[in-house]
């Protein structure tokens, strides 16, 4: 199993310019994350999924937006690029466990630079 | 879900244990205690979790008092690829909240 992947692995947006961020998990995990991590900081999660067709909002949703129409994908657009979206962007995958006890696998990131 | 505190650094020396602290004074009976860890830049890598009892795996050992307030994660024999930043998190929910961990130190 290739696990977690991610594209691009690192790209520069100019304000203003949009895309999209691709995830894809081949682990037939249901739920899926977004996570931003900002210099020094922790990973905040941005949006998540439960299943296709599910998505729902995390801690920070502001200027993204997500699709969940297969189990495998979760891609997420950035639709109106600010500097303020530079950042590490991660995605990860779990299958549903007991409430609290599932583990969640992430990918290798997606470094984003809004000049 | 349940805060967690963590020291912001440790080091430790090579071939030692490392033990890592965290206290969650607040977590709830249904919320595991999970360990992740973060090696410079990539995703951040599942370690190990448990709920009262303790638990080892082939990776680390994780203790939890008694009372739950607080645990400590111990990699038996640090090298230097152990070198991270480790997260611990109080989860009950579907939903990870990251702190800022601690940065761990293995010197040669």
């Known amino acids: 199993n290739a696990g977690v992947t991610q594209t691009p692995k690192f790209r520069i947006l100019k304000i203003g310019q949009s895309m999209t961020l691709q995830c894809t998990q081949d682990?037939?995990?249901?739920?899926m994350y977004w996570y931003r991590q900002d210099p020094g900081m922790g990973l905040k999660l941005i949006y998540y999924?439960?299943?296709?067709?599910?998505?729902d909002k995390g801690e920070v949703p502001n200027g993204y937006n997500v699709s969940r129409s297969t189990t495998e994908d979760f891609p997420l657009r950035l639709e109106l690029a600010a500097p303020s979206q530079t950042s590490v962007y991660f995605c990860?995958?779990?299958?549903?466990?007991?409430?609290?006890?599932?583990?969640?696998?992430f990918g290798p990131g997606t470094r984003l630079l809004v000049l | 879900d349940a805060k967690t505190t963590q020291p912001p650094s440790m080091d430790c020396a090579e071939g030692r244990a490392a033990n890592l602290p965290c206290n969650h004074s607040?977590?709830?009976?249904?919320?595991?205690v999970y360990w992740y860890r973060q090696i410079h830049s990539q995703g951040p890598q599942y370690i190990i979790h448990g709920l009262k009892n303790n638990e080892t795996n082939e990776m680390a050992s994780l203790i939890i008092t008694e009372d739950r307030k607080s645990s400590t994660l111990i990699l038996p024999h640090a090298t230097l690829r152990d070198t991270a930043v480790y997260y611990c998190i109080a989860k009950g929910a579907q939903k990870l909240v990251f702190g800022q961990g601690t940065r761990l130190t293995i010197n040669p």
């Open positions: 682990m037939n995990h249901n739920y």
């Open positions: 607040t977590i709830s009976g249904n919320e595991y």
């Open positions: 999924s439960v299943g296709a067709g599910i998505t």
């Open positions: 990860a995958s779990s299958k549903p466990g007991l409430a609290g006890k599932e583990t969640q696998y």
